[in-house]
């Protein structure tokens, strides 16, 4: 799911992160936080965990908190089947997360690399 969301709050970048940040860690049970900073001029939220209202499901949410709009990307997979699944499932996810411009990073790797950081 990919949603665009005009800002018409007055909350500045740390206060809307922060309540991004809440509501959708709210929405999961065993969350990790991967990333929640804001710099350069955007906040920056990715976690994951298990949608509470459909556990079997793994959730990635992977939000951008801009001045102007929130740019948010939500994974949602059946839960993995063995390692080698959640690894191709999380290399799908970091590909969309990169190559739609949710990242500084560069646009993307092969999954040879992408295995080499994991394991």
């Not at 800002?7 to 922060?18: A, F, G, Y």
């Not at 740019?71 to 990169?98: I, S």
Request: glycine share 6%.
């Amino acid at each position: 799911m990919f949603r665009a969301i005009r800002r018409t709050d007055s909350m500045d970048l740390d206060e809307m992160t922060n309540t991004v940040y809440t509501s959708e860690l709210g929405l999961l049970s065993s969350s990790e936080v991967i990333l929640n900073t804001v710099k350069d001029g955007a906040g920056k939220i990715i976690v994951t965990g298990w949608d509470k209202t459909y556990p079997d499901n793994t959730v990635y949410s992977l939000t951008k908190v801009k001045s102007d709009y929130i740019l948010q990307m939500k994974v949602v997979f059946p839960e993995y089947t063995n390692a080698n699944d959640e690894h191709q499932k999380g290399y799908l996810t970091e590909c969309f997360y990169r190559m739609c411009g949710f990242s500084d990073a560069d646009p993307w790797r092969t999954y040879d690399e992408y295995l080499s950081e994991v394991n």
